[in-house]
T-cell receptor
Framework: GENVEQHPSTLSVQEGDSAVIKCTYS??????FPWYKQELGKGPQLIID?????GEKKDQRIAVTLNKTAKHFSLHITETQPEDSAVYFC????????????????FGKGTKLSVKP | DSGVTQTPKHLITATGQRVTLRCSPR?????VYWYQQSLDQGLQFLIQ???????AKGNILERFSAQQFPDLHSELNLSSLELGDSALYFC?????????????FGEGSRLTVL
């Protein structure tokens, strides 16, 4: 099955700096790669996603890049602000049919980002 | 507010006991997913239901079971509880059954097994 590795597990940056979180996946059939942000005491929330037919996607201060050959994708946050402090999860999913079960969304273990004012 | 409601928010129980966690999906969402979040394992997929039928199974123990009712709410039953079952259990819902798409998570049910 799919395995998603995420690094680093913790990341501390100064306000205004950039933050980069990297993930690798194992299943070459995976074709959907979302990123979720989890604030303290809340459930994860989708912040950006990318599909395998696209190499890069931007939404204001956040961007995601995908390298299908190397099976890795990254989240880039520019001009970080204290409200960006949270746990970020990458995930991978295939919509292929595995013996009757559809591909599931498999998450990395998360990165705790701290942005210091 | 994601629109997904989970109850109870906190639950403390003893080893060997059984508990039921409840989830009401967003209005119109047919798929419900259950995830377990522990400190060292991140978000682990347990099981998915679509319109009342089990659609996919992940790392769900035999002591755990779930179901989705005709009104689309779902329950996760955890029995013969062990200390290691202490975790945050999330329910999520989505519009599609198996296609890739956004999951909307509830705020979770924190289970503590003493």
């Amino acid at each position: 099955g799919e395995n998603v590795e995420q690094h680093p597990s913790t990341l501390s940056v100064q306000e205004g700096d950039s933050a980069v979180i990297k993930c690798t996946y194992s299943d070459s059939a995976s074709n959907y790669f979302p990123w979720y942000k989890q604030e303290l005491g809340k459930g994860p929330q989708l912040i950006i996603d990318i599909r395998s037919n696209v190499g890069e996607k931007k939404d204001q201060r956040i961007a995601v890049t995908l390298n299908k050959t190397a099976k890795h994708f990254s989240l880039h946050i520019t001009e970080t602000q204290p409200e960006d402090s949270a746990v970020y999860f990458c995930a991978a999913q295939s919509d292929m049919n595995y013996g009757g079960s559809q591909g599931n969304l498999i998450f990395g273990k998360g990165t705790k980002l701290s942005v210091k004012p | 507010d994601s629109g997904v409601t989970q109850t109870p928010k906190h639950l403390i129980t003893a080893t060997g006991q059984r508990v039921t966690l409840r989830c009401s999906p967003r209005s119109g969402d047919l798929s419900v997913y259950w995830y377990q979040q522990s400190l060292d394992q991140g978000l682990q997929f347990l099981i998915q239901y679509y319109n009342g039928e089990e659609r996919a199974k992940g790392n769900i123990l035999e002591r755990f079971s779930a179901q989705q009712f005709p009104d689309l709410h779902s329950e996760l039953n955890l029995s013969s509880l062990e200390l290691g079952d202490s975790a945050l259990y999330f329910c999520a819902s989505s519009v599609w059954g198996s296609d890739t798409g956004e999951l909307f998570f509830g705020e979770g049910s924190r289970l503590t097994v003493l």
